[in-house]
């Protein structure tokens, strides 16, 4: 079935480090993939979205490549600052009919001045 | 533009009452969703609605659970009798229409936490 996988967090990083937050996937067919971003006391919403293989996703200074290969859609950005801080959902579209959204377990990250 | 409104933000009952969260989804979107947030069980999609008819209510946890959507601006989640372990923050979230339709972002309100005590 359908299903993503993110790493396990909290990610605690300084301030200006890299981040790498992972993500992979297991679909039928070709779903579209999106990185949402969840700050405290708040809703989920859209941080990038990439819809065909090698696309890349990018707002804010995140980024993350759709990687058909290696079933992955892994969040990157250069340099984290503390309003960051915040969970990060990794998702995909199923293609069926249906039109529901498939969330991964969501990673927290924490950036210490 | 206002975002999707649910209400309450917050709310505190006690076991075995009536609670009901509300939801106006943006104007024009035609698909909504139900998720419930739990820290042991994530996020879970409960219901969701196309053009105000319910589609698929397979993540509904019992029949304590009920959602309608008497029109395209308004939704509720009712929970009959509620029990404690209903305490989850319950979003709602709204999609538009368009031909490419598993491309679409869903935007999500800000939430309602419910305490069941």
């Known amino acids: 079935g359908n299903s993503v996988t993110q790493m396990e967090g909290p990610v605690t990083l300084s301030e200006e480090a890299f981040l790498t937050i992972n993500c992979t996937y297991t679909a039928t067919g070709y779903p579209s993939l999106f990185w949402y971003v969840q700050y405290p006391g708040e809703g989920l919403q859209l941080l990038l979205k990439a819809t065909k293989a090698d696309d890349k996703g990018s707002n804010k200074g995140f980024e993350a490549t759709y990687r058909k290969e290696t079933t992955s859609f892994h969040l990157e950005k250069g340099s984290v600052q503390v309003s960051d801080s915040a969970v990060y959902f990794c998702a995909l579209s199923r293609m069926d009919s249906s039109y529901k959204l498939i969330f991964g377990s969501g990673t927290r990250l924490l950036v210490r001045p | 533009d206002a975002g999707v409104i649910q209400s309450p933000r917050h709310e505190v009952t006690e076991m075995g009452q009536e609670v009901t969260l509300r939801c106006k989804p943006i104007s024009g979107h035609d698909y909504l969703f139900w998720y419930r947030q739990t820290m042991m069980r994530g996020l879970e999609l409960l219901i969701y609605?196309?053009?105000?008819?319910?589609?698929?209510d397979s993540g509904m946890p019992e029949d304590r659970f009920s959602a309608k959507m008497p029109n395209a601006s308004f939704s509720t989640l009712k929970i009959q009798p509620s029990e404690p372990r209903d305490s989850a923050v319950y979003f709602c979230a709204s999609s538009p229409p368009g031909p490419l339709r598993g491309h679409n972002e869903q935007f999500f309100g800000p939430g309602t936490r419910l305490t069941v005590l």
């Open positions: 609605f196309n053009n105000n008819v319910p589609i698929d």
